[in-house]
């Protein structure tokens, strides 16, 4: 009758038992602690021979842990004073300095007149199309891209362009 038992504790572990007598056996292993300590038995032999790594912890590992974290004693100490980081708070003085004296800029030059004339002032003066015209002229040439595609040997390209391809 054992061998019986311990056979179809076997297949159930295996998962080669029928589903009636699956359910049967069970129920049986949950009123007997025997049973169940032997299902324990085969489920860690089958992982063993699964995997080569297995740990076996005891039925009470959790237990025992609790009530050695309860066993601990506890301590009521009183809390340290919290000390003043003087570097932290010479940064922060000197942040706040700066910030003062670039508000305190900001708003001096807001108060002083432009030296140069506002841009009303700018805009009203007018100048000649012809100068304009001969001003603008000497922007194109200046900036002509004929000077910088190797035209004369002796002058070098400003800036080098370089290209890549995007995949």
């Known amino acids: ?8 504790i076997s297949q159930l572990v295996d998962d080669d038992l029928a589903n009636g ?5 069970l129920q049986r ?14 489920q860690i032999i089958g992982e063993a021979f699964r995997s080569d790594e297995c740990i076996v912890l005891r039925k009470d590992f959790a237990d025992r842990i609790h009530s050695e974290i309860r066993a601990e004693p ?20 000197a942040a706040s300095v700066v910030l003062a004296v670039v508000w305190m800029a900001s708003y001096m030059n807001s108060n002083q007149p432009a030296k ?4 009303e002032t700018i805009a009203q003066r007018q100048i000649p199309a012809g100068e304009m ?5 000497e922007y194109l040439q200046a900036h002509d891209n004929s000077l910088y595609v190797n035209s004369e040997p002796r002058q070098q390209p400003y800036t080098r362009v370089v290209g890549y391809q995007q995949e």
Do not use: C, T
């Open 1 to 8: 009758m054992q061998d019986q038992l311990n056979e179809k």
């Open 21 to 25: 007598e699956a359910l049967r056996l």
């Open 29 to 42: 292993l949950r009123h007997d602690d025997e049973l169940g300590a032997k299902l324990r038995h085969y």
């Open 74 to 93: 506890i301590y009521l100490l009183p809390r340290k004073k919290p000390v003043l980081n003087w570097r932290k708070a010479s940064l922060a003085i």
């Open 116 to 119: 140069f004339g506002g841009v």
């Open 133 to 137: 015209h001969a001003r603008f002229k």
